[in-house]
Structure formats: structure tokens, C-alpha cells
């Protein structure tokens, strides 16, 4: 029976699946680590007091990056180039949602309104991160190999989550609601689409990896456009409401350490 426990362990099991399954994990959080920093050194000066949190926010992604390679490394891997089609985060910015990387690569500060939209964005994939990491926490928390990476990152993903939520209502309150919901909108049909893409993408390439037949790869395919039809009809609206955290300042402090797993 396919499920997404079985679908995983045998992306685990094979070298090569399992090698590039965290090569575009390595590569995505990575590119989140850099692109946090750089709203950090451009927060603008009415809002300093985020900067140690946006700072934590891509250390933590940094972070990722390293644990994913450290898992690599364990099983005598290196990283693998990404396929184009997989780039989550790059195909985000080709949409136009989130900070233009050509203005996080300038001198010149972000605005407030910026600032807005880097929430915004991230509310909408660390939504997207967190569920994904709940679901490799279901089904492998107690795995020998990669448990305690994904304890680590699961935990760390529903923090990046309340911080979004935390500071979107703190601009909402301030008189930034209409451009937060218009922003939220916007991102989440647009991420939507973008992970479908990347989900029928990356799945090509272990079915040509693992060789799966024909009629598998139409049944993943499959429902993978079942879950983009639902998140298209009302499954986006998950990832605009804003909630009050129960976990407040969830990024205040430093970063812990990456666990060691070599």
C-alpha cells in the first residue's frame, strides 16, 4: 500500500533518493539562511528591535543546512547539484513573492513595508515547513538515522511559525492589516502552486531514480494535483489567518546548536 511513511522510507533506504532528497533541503535552507541575514543587516531603523530575531530566524536555517549535509556525510554522500525544477525557494522569488534578491544584495535599507512582506512570505512557507516536518516526525521521530534531526527541525519550524504570527498581528495592530492580508493572499496562492510544481518535479526525478513505473508515478502525480485542487478551493486560506501564539518571542535568544549526527 503507497502511503506517505512507505514513500519516504524508500527514498531513505536508496543512496542516491535519499542524496538528493537532502541536497535540496541543504540547498533551500541554506538560501533561507542568507536571505534572512541580509534583512537583518537592512531592517530599517523604526523597526531595529526585529533584527536579533530575523538574525536567529536564518540561523536556524543555516543550521538545517549544516544538519541535512551532516546526514549526507554519515552515510559517506556529498551533496548533489540541485535540478532546476526543484529550487523551491528560487521559483518563490521567480513569482515574485518575497524580498527581490537584486534589493537584499544592495546597501540600501529595507521599509517597513518590507519588512511586512518578508513576514508575510515567511508566515506562508514556515505554514508549509511545519506541516511537512509534522509529518516526518509522525512517522520517524525514533528513526536511528535521522530522528533527532527531525525533532530538532520540527521543533524549530513551529517556532519560526508563532514568530510569524506573533509579529504579523504586532503590524496589524500598528495599521499595516490591509497590506498583511493582501500580501498574505497573494503569497499563498502563489506558494501553492509553486509546491505543487516542485512536489510533481522532485518526484520525477526519484521515480527516474528508484524506477518507479508508469502507472505509479500517474497514481503520485495524481495526488499530488488532488491536494493543489483542495489547497487551491479553501486549503490556502490555512495559511493567512493569524493567531496569536501560545509560545510568545519564540526566536528571542540565541540560536541552540545543530545536533551532532555523524
Known sequence: MLSAKSLFQEILDNDESFRLFCSIAASGESQGGWENARIAALVPPSARELAPKITRHGADEDKHGRI????????????????????YTMLLERHGIGLAHDKLKSRQPLTVLDIVTYLAHSRVTEQRASEQMELLLRHFADHPDIGRAVRMISEDEDRHLAYCHEELLRFASAGHGPAIRRTLRACALAEIRVYRDVSLAVMAHMGG???WSRAREATLAAAIHTVYAYERAAGWRRMVSLKMPEHRDALGGPAPPAPEVA
Not at 72 to 84: F, I
Open 68 to 87: 541535512f549535509n551532516a546526514l549526507m556525510n554519515k552515510r559517506g554522500l556529498t551533496p548533489v547539484e540541485v535540478p532546476a525544477d526543484t529550487d
Open 209 to 211: 531514480i528508484l524506477g
